[in-house]
């Protein structure tokens, strides 16, 4: 949840992330159990106490306060969820230690409340039919006519037409064009996540050709790596389950494959989605489609799913309820999950559209396994059909993993026999103590990660598909009206004819990707566009309704939308539009009028520079020091490291799991996601803005910390890569001064300033020893501003 000042100082407007963790996480459980001695409409407000509204909550009860803004510990209504004080709330039984876990984290961030007063004029001015027909997002998308300009000389495309009119319309004017170096780093960061090579440097160079450069940069198997990171920022992907505990989900990686070859073999953004929602309802042609389609429905299946809750029916509706909102936010910009407990406040959604919506999910079978304790063994798992050469390989894999669990039981009973006749405290005994440790480790590894045919996480309808009953205040013990299963009448059409004993995946998937659907391409061009420049046409890119932002340029992205529908679908199409426009092609430095006129950029008089990404800075050092891995592909999660596996519970993870030294230098997309914080060896991440995968995350924020800056200057991984690139750049018989050209273009990718050359000389010269003087020299390009920034 983002951070946010302390609610009941200021008022300060909310962000969207704050608004979601509020109605999701917060608001339910006080509706169901608190409002009943603690709201307006109770007899009596026990001990003056009101639970229901911001005022309410600001007032506290007739002992004062009851939040400390910003710290739970002295905050009395924390306290009393505890259990640990004279006064225990709810007097039915302390809540979920996930749940209290959601209150100190509301706490901690300032305990942000919506503005109810806010709501409810937004509700009654924007509910009802002729207000909703109004907003922009609704409407529905037409190609607009491109607007003429007075400098025909300066759009290469359409695009550029948009923007320029908007430009001149204010009296501005483009910007310069960016020098080719700085737009062929630039592109080749946005498309791929690397920065160019000497050979493409010198390439481009010499032909001067955009076009060139994009669809190589397209056709790369990169492009699929940096996109799909895009893609999955917005799933909850990881490769462990549960909100806080360490329990693998060893099979995720086949979906963060999929999306990467989906992006890459260019699949048209509605199969795409569909794939996602229903692929185990789409026909086939072959099993390796098959088995494409069973695992794209992965999105579904991996989350921050609450596995441990003494309800079963509460808990399967936790889940639809992320499931929508990751539905609603990632493909039709609509914050679902916010009509759980009533009708939306702000967006003309019903708790009978939730409902109608929600009973789709709830006849899909997402987790799975015994229920015990209120604890589901694990997320829904699949078979994948194998060909021939896959069984043949397992037959194989199947008689190493036995022969080496029967020498591990061997081994591990023989020193149990060495160990059993010497004294307690004696040497021998505290080594064979040891050895028996690891050999048990070994043992149970090797039982808990049999050889199985290839499994992916999935759904697949229930046994008996049915509509869901209204949740009354988002409790599942509560209930009311049953709602058919539908879509969401905000975009017109929304009934779906689903056959009986299907869950309607499928025919929600066809009304999200229908073309008269006016949400989902504006959805996807603005995202297009957010990951391009750094900011979507509309800003708020997870939030299409009524408080969300209204697009700077709405016929721009009408014009986006109904071309990627007309081209296909084609995200790749989309996006070479895009990077080829003029628009893009603008440089990043600042002019006096333009921040006079407009000083966040929102007309586009300049191309806005903003930091890499955590994983793109890691994987920028590692290609630029020739240690990039280039294989892809396959598990994450190195289960085969030793200590990585919690001895005694060896279904969990260890907290002080290793990356496999195998595979560490690969993309950092191939690395464990791990939910709350990566492993230390990925500090990259945990320091520069990696999103939390228990949010759905469309934009991230890119913080400014003194860590970051220690981090640069003193983790092993940069002084390793600093290291190999001055080991790199040393190699040869050659001068100095061609040594120091060859590193700028290898870590600027552009040739050398007048002058710097020899400054950077003088500066290795002034360091004691030849070796340890590149080293640094090398240390401080990779972590100055011009590496570390794309402009």
């Known amino acids: 949840m983002a951070r946010t000042a302390l609610l009941f100082l200021t008022a300060l407007p909310l962000c969207a992330a704050d ?7 917060i608001r339910p459980v006080l509706a169901e159990k608190c409002w009943s001695c603690h709201s307006n409409n109770a007899k009596i407000a026990f ?60 706490i901690s ?26 907003h922009w997002a609704w409407q529905p998308v037409a190609k607009p006519a491109v607007p ?8 290469v495309n359409d695009i550029d037409r948009f923007v320029l009119a908007a430009l001149e319309a204010k009296r501005l004017a483009p910007g310069a064009d960016a020098a080719p170096a700085a737009w062929l780093r630039r592109v080749t960061l946005d498309l791929t996540g690397l920065p160019p090579t000497l050979a493409e440097h010198e390439e481009f160079a010499r032909t001067a050709s955009h076009e060139k450069v994009v669809d190589r940069l397209l056709a790369s198997k990169a492009f699929g790596e ?28 086949r979906y963060r494959d999929y999306v990467i070859d989906a992006l890459n073999r260019d699949v048209p953004y509605d199969r795409f989605l569909t794939e996602q929602l229903a692929g185990d309802h789409l026909e086939w042609t072959s099993p390796v489609e ?34 929508m909102d990751m539905v609603g936010r990632t493909m039709l910009g609509l914050t679902l999950g916010c009509a759980r407990c009533h009708d939306h406040k702000f967006d003309p959604i019903t708790l009978d559209d939730y409902y109608g919506m929600a009973g789709i999910f709830a006849s899909t079978r997402t987790i799975s396994g015994r229920l015990n304790l209120g604890v589901f063994s694990n997320v829904n798992t699949v078979a994948l059909p194998e060909q021939p050469d896959e069984l043949t390989a397992r037959a194989a894999e199947t008689r190493e993993y036995w022969e080496k669990l029967t020498a591990a039981r061997e081994k591990l009973e023989r020193l149990r026999a060495e160990r059993k006749p010497l004294a307690k405290d004696s040497e021998d005994a505290k080594r ?41 205040r988002g409790s599942a013990h509560q209930l009311g009206k049953q709602a058919p299963r539908s879509a969401i009448a905000i975009a017109r059409e929304h009934k779906l004819d ?25 959805v996807a061009a603005n995202r297009f566009w957010h990951h391009l420049f750094g900011a979507g046409l509309v800003t708020s890119i997870d939030n299409f309704g009524v408080r969300g932002a209204k697009p700077s340029h709405a016929e721009l992205l009408d014009h986006l939308a109904a071309s990627l529908v007309a081209g296909g679908w084609s995200v790749k199409k989309s996006i070479r539009s895009i990077v080829l426009s003029r628009t893009y092609r603008q440089a990043s430095a600042p002019r006096t009028e333009g921040l006079e006129t407009d000083p966040e950029n929102r007309l586009l008089w300049r191309m806005s520079p903003r930091r890499l990404e955590g994983e793109t800075i890691r994987d920028a050092m590692l290609a630029v020091s020739g240690q990039l891995d280039p294989a892809s592909g396959g598990p994450a999660l190195p289960f085969w490291v030793p200590g990585n596996m919690n001895l005694g519970k060896p279904e969990f993870l260890s907290d002080n799991a290793k990356l496999d030294p195998a595979t560490n230098r690969r993309r950092s997309i191939y690395q464990p996601a791990l939910r709350k914080g990566q492993v230390e060896e990925m500090d990259v991440l945990n320091l520069f803005d990696f999103p939390d995968t228990n949010q759905i995350t469309g934009a991230r924020s890119s913080t400014t910390l003194p860590t970051q800056a220690l981090y640069l200057m003193n983790a092993p991984f940069v002084k390793e890569q600093a290291a190999a690139l001055a080991k790199l750049t040393l190699h040869g018989e050659r001068t100095d001064g061609d040594r120091v050209r060859e590193l700028i273009r290898r870590v600027y990718a552009r040739v050398p300033e007048p002058g710097e050359v020899d400054r950077l000389l003088s500066y290795a010269a002034a360091l004691p020893g030849r070796a340890e003087a590149w080293e640094r020299l090398c240390h401080t390009l990779l972590i100055s501003n011009e590496f570390l920034y794309r402009r």
């Open 432 to 472: 064979l103590d040891k050895e028996i440790q690891e050999a048990t480790q070994t043992v149970k590894l090797h039982e808990y990660l049999p050889v199985v045919p290839p499994i992916a996480h999935a759904v697949q309808d229930v046994d008996a598909p049915a509509d869901c009953r209204v949740n009354i």
């Open 19 to 25: 608004v979601a963790f509020f109605e999701k996480k």
């Open 148 to 155: 003429v300009v007075r400098n025909q000389a300066w759009p």
């Open 226 to 253: 940096r996109w799909g990171r895009h893609w999955l920022d917005q799933t909850y992907y990881a490769d462990n389950i549960e909100i806080g505990r360490r329990v693998p989900a060893r099979h995720a990686w």
């Open 290 to 323: 098959r088995r494409n389609n069973i695992v794209a429905t992965g999105m579904l299946a991996l989350g921050p799913w609450p596995l441990v809750n003494a309800g079963k029916e509460q808990l399967r509706m936790d889940v639809v309820d992320l499931q």
């Open 109 to 134: 961030g300032g305990a942000p409340w919506p503005d109810d007063a806010g709501a409810s004029a937004a509700a009654s001015q924007d509910s009802g039919a002729g207000k909703a027909k109004q």
């Open 498 to 522: 689903i056959p009986d004993f299907t869950s309607g995946r499928l025919q929600l998937a066809e009304w999200i990707t229908r073309k008269e659907n006016p949400l989902t391409a504006r």
């Open 47 to 106: 001990a003056g106490l009101r639970l229901d509204t911001k005022a309410n909550v600001a007032k506290g009860s007739d002992a004062g306060p009851v939040i400390a803004a910003g710290d739970p510990t002295a905050s009395r209504i924390y306290q009393v969820l505890l259990y640990t004080g004279q006064a225990k709330m709810p007097p039915s039984g302390k809540l979920p230690d996930a749940v209290l876990a959601d209150f100190r984290e509301w």
